[in-house]
């Protein structure tokens, strides 16, 4: 449910938008790519991808496709020249604070990787129980969709906006198993981050922990789809518009009579002895002025003494 005025009044207003998984992107991958800030940064001049992060031995891989459907492209791999041993991609409606559920782990998991036998958390077999996959959203109370095609698993969120399909049908090791989705079909509204089938579960977990979350997150409002306004509240951050200026009342009127007679009272003299003590002072001023101009005239009228003229000693 909305909170503020029609869409088209404040386009540019920052709002923020509950719950954080209908929120769309906000253009940026600010949020995304906060957890691995100080890893190496590939600034791409050519090619789909435009920004590069890597794990220091460029095993982790986290890609950034600005003008792309699929807005990010996240891989591990055994070695820095090995094919990618998973993958996970994030269109360009999923919020980056979804993608960055998935980067937090990563570099949690690389921090704690042991260099010397070239192995990690990150590179581990996902478990045999697909429930492990996505626990943070069963026990926030997502609930299983009885209705889902044989063979897979549909788990969906109270307001059923948001759900994961799981598909435990045989499937290659590259072939996409686990979609974590938000919002109504459509190419503008539907979130979606997609799983191939070795991504480690804990991996899978942590990026659907993040779509638990309740805090709201900051948007303007044309960033929201408006399809997807009426599913959202919306806090505004600022005014909703500028304070139009009101004709003064007689009240005002009369404050502002009253203020400016006192600012004169209190710089005219109250008393006679005020009035004495300001005639000295204009007496002193004229004398010093009139001593000034005299001196001024006589040093005018005094011949200058030529240096260049020479001295006749006695």
């Known amino acids: 449910m909305s909170t503020q005025q029609p869409y088209d009044q404040h386009p540019y207003q920052e709002v923020l938008v509950s719950p954080m998984y209908l929120a769309g992107s906000n253009g940026t991958g600010d949020a995304g790519f906060a957890p691995v800030a100080r890893w190496p940064h590939h600034y791409l001049d050519e090619g789909p991808c435009q920004l590069l992060v890597t794990s220091p031995d460029q095993r982790i891989r986290i890609g950034w496709f600005g003008d792309d459907f699929e807005l990010w492209k996240i891989t591990a791999a055994e070695d820095a020249v090995s094919a990618p041993r998973w993958t996970a991609t994030f269109n360009h409606v999923t919020p980056a604070e979804i993608v960055a559920g998935l980067t937090t782990a990563l570099a949690h998991d690389y921090a704690e990787a042991d260099a010397a036998d070239g192995n990690g958390r990150f590179l581990a077999s996902p478990s045999l129980y697909w429930a ?56 503008g509204t539907r979130a979606e981050a997609v799983f191939t089938a070795r991504t480690p579960s804990h991996l899978i977990a942590a990026t659907a922990a993040a779509m638990t979350d309740s805090a709201p997150v900051l948007r303007e409002r044309h960033q929201l789809d408006r399809k997807v306004e009426h599913l959202v509240t ?44 300001m005639a000295a002072r ?15 005239h006589t040093l005018g009228a005094r011949p200058l003494a030529n240096p260049s003229a020479p001295r006749h000693s006695r």
């Open 234 to 277: 919306l806090t505004p951050v600022g005014p909703t518009a500028p304070q139009i200026s009101r004709a003064p009342t007689p009240l005002d009127v009369r404050r502002t009579a009253v203020a400016q007679a006192v600012h004169r009272a209190a710089r005219a003299p109250q008393t006679a002895a005020d009035l004495r003590v």
């Open 132 to 187: 492990d996959a996505v626990r943070p959203l069963t026990d926030a109370g997502w609930t299983r969709d009885g209705g889902a095609e044989r063979g897979t698993v549909e788990i969906l969120a109270p307001d059923g906006q948001a759900g994961v399909l799981i598909d435990n049908r045989l499937s290659d090791w590259d072939d996409e198993t686990v979609t974590l989705w938000a919002g109504p079909p459509g190419w």
């Open 282 to 296: 204009s007496r002193t001023a004229t004398s010093a002025q009139n001593r000034s101009s005299t001196s001024a």
